[in-house]
């Protein structure tokens, strides 16, 4: 895994080209941590430790370690759907254009925020019920847009069919958490856009 303090997508974009804010490098140090050691691993002290203040002083910025996860997962949901719509709204008329953006999209999403994914594979569960759904919900818009480009590309897929090749797509270009350093990034990015979209249109 990328050894990086990662981004929490949805606050990157509104602080870019600005200094990132003490709650949001918190926020970064927290995720780093929790997708290393689980969620249970972690304690407020760990956090406050790792970010260089006391553990009661993270509570005049979170209400606590659930507070943090919802923080980051809710807007990286939030995010995937609006930069996926946008580029489905792009090149709406051209089918194989809109896929290949969206999985560039997806792509880069995936090697910025290693730290991210393993969240979200291994930590959602963790979260109360309303957030979760909002979280699932988001997650099931942002599919959509896949299937809906997937299936004018491949009209002999029906929609459950498509959903699957989108979610194996996503399994695909989500294993970068799990990906050594033996292959520099933009190789990577290479490979992953390549094998997916050979995926997604050639898989009988």
């Known amino acids: ?3 990086q303090t990662p981004s929490v997508p949805g606050q990157g974009a509104a602080t870019q080209g600005k200094r990132r804010s003490r709650k949001d490098e918190i926020l970064g140090i927290a ?10 691993g972690v304690s407020m002290d760990d956090i406050g430790s790792a970010a260089g203040v006391t553990g009661p002083a993270l509570y005049h910025h979170f209400a606590g370690k659930e507070a943090m996860l919802v923080a980051a997962l809710i807007p990286v949901s939030e995010s995937l759907l609006a930069g996926g719509r946008d580029r489905v709204s792009e090149h709406g008329h051209e089918p194989r254009v809109a896929l290949e953006s969206l999985i560039d999209f997806h792509v880069e999403f995936a090697l910025a925020n290693p730290a991210v ?11 109360p019920e309303e957030p979760r759904r909002q979280i699932r919900r988001l997650q099931r818009l942002y599919v959509e ?27 695909l270009m989500n294993s970068t958490p799990f990906l050594g350093g033996e292959v520099e990034r933009e190789r990577r990015a290479v490979l992953l856009r390549a094998a997916t979209l050979a995926a997604l249109l050639h898989a009988k």
Do not use: N, T
Not at 33 to 40: E, Q, W
Not at 117 to 127: N, T, V, W
Not at 150 to 169: D, F, N, T
């Open 31 to 40: 995720v780093r941590l929790f997708a290393s050691r689980g969620y249970h």
């Open 145 to 171: 847009e896949w299937v809906q480009v997937l299936s004018v590309l491949r009209p002999q897929l029906s929609a459950g069919e498509a959903r699957v090749m989108a979610h194996a797509a996503f399994g």
């Open 1 to 3: 895994m990328d050894q």
């Open 117 to 127: 994914i393993a969240l979200h594979l291994h930590e959602l569960d963790r979260l």
